[in-house]
């Protein structure tokens, strides 16, 4: 749904003024302009945003609700118009009382495909009707947002952070939408989670399952891959949420981290190893082995170099870098090759008889499981039942 934002925010305005006299004088609109804005808008909402009397317009707590959502998402709009014009406060108002749902689509569109061709088929728009949304928007903006390149087009500094800002923008105005739905009683909202390798195998299928249990037209998208690339996705508002190892100092001052338990990593190897039966492991043999770890940055690799340091070991040379559970498996089954994994990330192989896990306990090999969010998220009902259940069943 492409709301048209002027009509958003002249609600905005109503309910943080109190008075339809005094939001029509700040958004330049006649009283009458303005109250056929609303009824459009509610028209389109499906839902009664402000109660009419004699006495003026007031919001209705669904529409308090939404408009509290909705001036969240405006607040990400004027804080990138205060980096864009930090010192003119007319012209902040007028860029975001000026830009539009179509501006905002076809813009984000394009900054995340570097193309043109290809932005406009997602959108359904002609090339033409794309290009001229995207030079509206460079007119407000006073600069370019986009420079050609071997591969297409490439956004400007500027217009990557700008490529940020709308896209929370977006997605709180979504959330906002599924809270209307739910205040009618349609639990049918979103969760977008990202899957580190822990999570994967036992935390949030489980988690997912007892949430549609509960609500069944819930919508859920489990993402997997590199956590630099969920981090990316989670501030910029494609995540709700990253489960899985905890960073530590974290990131990026935009999110927070809610530790679950910590979990402790396992030897494995593959079934018949010499180490397979062994239930203490000696500095020589750790030193003696043959690994495969993840790369540099990943905590569990941090895990594995710091047992090397805190006994005063050299670092192994022979190790192969690898961050892919599945082809960490197949490396394991193939070779006298061992490794630092949670136990219960290879349950299956070990059930089957293809990996053993070591029974010596490594007490240096401890790692937070948790949960990491942007600061300042709020959550939908549905999003907040997903991690009630995560956190009643795996917080200790």
């Not at 934002?5 to 303005?34: C, D, P």
């Not at 892919?324 to 136990?343: D, F, K, T, V, Y």
Request: charged share 20%.
């Amino acid at each position: 749904m492409q709301l048209n934002l002027r009509h958003l925010l002249s609600a905005i305005e109503i309910n943080n003024k109190g008075t339809l006299t005094a939001a029509a004088e700040q958004m330049h609109l006649s009283q009458s302009a303005l109250t056929q804005g609303i009824n459009k808008l509610e028209n389109e909402l499906g839902q009664q945003l402000f109660s009419r009397s004699s006495t003026g317009m007031f919001a209705t707590p669904v529409g308090n609700r939404f408009l509290t959502r909705a001036n969240r998402a405006f607040d990400y709009l004027f804080e990138f118009a205060s980096t864009l014009y930090a010192t003119d406060k007319r012209k902040r108002q007028s860029f975001v009382r000026s830009i539009t749902s179509r501006q905002l689509n076809a813009f984000v569109k394009v900054a995340e495909s570097h193309s043109y061709t290809i932005a406009a088929a997602r959108l359904g728009l002609s090339q033409p009707t794309l290009h001229k949304s995207i030079k509206n928007l460079e007119n407000l903006c006073e600069q370019s947002l986009f420079h050609r390149s071997p591969t297409g087009v490439e956004p400007t500094w500027r217009a990557r952070q700008l490529r940020r800002f709308a896209n929370l923008f977006i997605a709180e105005i979504h959330q906002g939408l599924e809270e209307l739905a739910e205040a009618d009683g349609r639990m049918d909202g979103t969760i977008k989670i990202g899957s580190l390798p822990l999570s994967t195998a036992a935390i949030v299928p489980k988690s997912v399952l007892k949430l549609l249990e509960r609500y069944p037209l819930a919508r859920t998208t489990i993402v997997d891959g590199p956590y630099d690339e969920q981090l990316n996705a989670l501030l910029n508002g494609h995540l709700d949420v990253i489960v899985g190892a905890l960073r530590h100092p974290a990131p990026h001052a935009d999110i927070t981290q809610h530790k679950l338990f910590d979990d402790p990593l396992s030897l494995v190897v593959k079934a018949g190893h010499p180490l397979a039966d062994v239930k203490q492991l000696t500095d020589n043999t750790l030193e003696q082995l043959k690994w495969v770890v993840p790369s540099k940055g990943v905590p569990s690799r941090q895990v594995f170099d710091d047992i090397f340091k805190s006994r005063g070991l050299e670092a192994p040379k022979d190790i192969i870098e690898c961050s892919a559970l599945a082809a960490i498996r197949g490396i394991l089954l193939n070779s006298e090759r061992a490794s630092l994994l949670p136990a219960k990330q290879v349950e299956v192989e070990v059930s089957c008889g293809l990996l053993a896990v070591c029974p010596a306990i490594i007490h240096e090999s401890r790692r937070e499981i948790g949960l990491t969010v942007r600061k300042n998220w709020q959550p939908t009902e549905v999003q907040k039942a997903f991690l009630r259940i995560i956190e009643k069943d795996f917080l200790i």
